[in-house]
C-alpha cells in the first residue's frame, strides 16, 4: 500500500509516500481503507521531536491522526461492525496517512450520512476538543459568559457553535475578515484582535477557552471571574497567574474516543455542527498541507499580516475516492 513515512525527527519535507505492507490485525482490531485524513498540528507537532519526552515515535513512523474510510476487515472479537460499514475516526499516535490502518473498537465511530469522508475526517480532534474544552474542563453553564480566543480556527469554529447552543454569551477573539460569518454561526460579539485589546472589550467572563496561547492566555487572567474557568490547548497556564486571578485552569489533550464520536455524530445529524473544508490535498502532497496550516500556528509568534486569501477550514488528504 502507499503510505506517508517519516524516518527521523523533522518538518514537512520529510514526508515522502512510500510502498509499505498492508498492516494486520490481531482479533481485537480492524483494519480500516482509509479515504481520507485530514491536517492537524499535532501531526506536525508529534514528527519535530518536540513531544517526544512524552510521545516517542517508532520511526518509520505514518503521521495522521483523524481519518474516515470503509471497514475493510475485522479481527474476529470485534461484532460491532461490519465490513463495507463507513465509519470516522481519530488514532492518537498517527497511521491514518496510509491506504489502510489499523485501529481499535474504541477509536471509531459510524460516519455521519449527511457528510462526505472529506468532510467527517476534518471532524474528530477539532470537535471534540471543543466539546471537552467547554463543557468537561470549563463546566460551561447556560446564561454564562465564554470567550474564545481564536474563534475562527477549526476548534474555535466548533466551540462557538456549541457554546450558542448550550445558552451561554459568546465573544470571540478572530480576524475582521472572519467576523461576520462567526456572527452567523451565533457568536455574539467579535473582537478583532489584531486592532483591539480583548479586555478592554469583553468585559468579566466566566470561561475563557484558549486556542491561542502565549501572551494572550497571560492576559485572561485579568478578565476571568474569581473562581471562573482557563481552558488552554496549547501552553499550560501560569499557576502564579492562577492564585493571584483566583482562577482555575485546565491545560488538556483530546482524546476523541467512540463516546465523543457519537455526540458529534448526533450533532452533525441534527444539523447542529459545521466545519468547513479550506483544501484538499492528493497523499502525495501531505508535506505542502502541513506547510499551509502551519501558517495558521497561533501563540508565541506575535500577530501574522492579515491574509485576505487564506481559506478557512481544514485542510484534508484525499487517500482514495
Ligand atoms: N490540546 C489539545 O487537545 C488540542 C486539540 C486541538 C488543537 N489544539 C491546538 O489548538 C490550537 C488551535 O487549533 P485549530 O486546529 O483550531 O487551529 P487553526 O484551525 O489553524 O486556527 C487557528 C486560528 O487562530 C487564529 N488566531 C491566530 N492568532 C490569533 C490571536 N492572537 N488571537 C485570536 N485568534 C488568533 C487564526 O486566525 P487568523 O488566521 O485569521 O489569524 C486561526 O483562525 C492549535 O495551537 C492546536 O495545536 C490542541
Not at 471562573?228 to 483566583?246: C, M, R, T
Not at 452533525?268 to 505542502?288: R, T
Request: aromatic share 8%.
Amino acid at each position: 500500500m502507499k503510505a506517508i513515512r517519516i524516518h527521523q525527527f523533522g518538518s514537512s519535507e520529510l514526508l515522502k509516500t512510500e510502498e509499505v505492507p498492508v498492516p494486520v490485525i490481531s482479533d481485537n482490531e480492524l483494519l480500516i481503507s482509509v479515504y481520507t485524513a485530514s491536517v492537524n498540528h499535532i501531526d506536525s507537532l508529534l514528527a519535530s521531536g518536540f513531544l517526544s519526552h512524552v510521545y516517542p515515535l517508532v520511526f518509520p513512523w505514518i503521521p495522521g491522526t483523524d481519518f474516515a474510510g470503509k471497514i475493510e476487515a475485522i479481527g474476529k472479537n470485534v461484532s460491532n461492525f461490519a465490513v463495507g460499514d463507513a465509519v470516522y475516526g481519530s488514532k492518537f499516535g498517527g497511521g491514518a496517512y496510509a491506504e489502510f490502518m489499523v485501529v481499535t473498537l474504541e477509536m471509531i465511530y459510524a460516519k455521519p450520512a449527511s457528510l462526505t469522508f472529506v468532510e467527517a475526517a476534518g471532524l474528530p480532534v477539532a470537535a471534540v476538543t471543543a466539546i471537552e474544552g467547554l463543557f468537561k474542563h470549563g463546566h460551561l453553564q447556560s446564561g454564562q459568559k465564554v470567550l474564545i480566543h481564536g474563534g475562527a480556527g477549526a476548534v474555535g469554529t466548533c466551540a462557538v457553535q456549541m457554546a450558542v447552543q448550550a445558552g451561554a454569551r459568546v465573544i470571540v477573539t478572530a480576524s475582521e475578515t472572519d467576523k461576520n460569518w462567526l456572527l452567523s454561526l451565533g457568536a455574539h460579539e467579535v473582537i478583532d484582535y489584531r486592532t483591539k485589546r480583548f479586555e478592554s472589550v469583553a468585559g468579566e467572563v466566566d470561561m475563557v477557552f484558549d486556542l491561542v496561547g502565549g501572551e494572550v492566555q497571560d492576559r485572561s487572567f485579568t478578565i476571568i471571574r474569581e473562581g471562573g474557568f482557563l481552558v488552554a490547548v496549547n501552553q499550560h497556564p501560569s499557576a502564579e497567574l492562577a492564585k493571584k486571578y483566583n482562577v482555575r485552569t485546565v491545560f488538556m489533550n483530546a482524546l476523541p474516543r467512540a463516546e465523543s464520536l457519537k455526540q458529534v455524530y448526533h450533532l452533525i445529524e441534527k444539523g447542529k455542527l459545521s466545519l468547513e473544508v479550506a483544501q484538499v490535498y492528493p497523499l502525495e502532497e501531505a508535506g505542502q498541507a502541513w506547510k499551509n496550516i502551519a501558517e495558521n500556528l497561533t501563540g508565541t509568534t506575535g500577530y501574522r499580516p492579515v491574509n485576505k486569501d487564506k481559506k478557512r477550514g481544514k485542510h484534508v488528504i484525499l487517500i482514495r475516492k
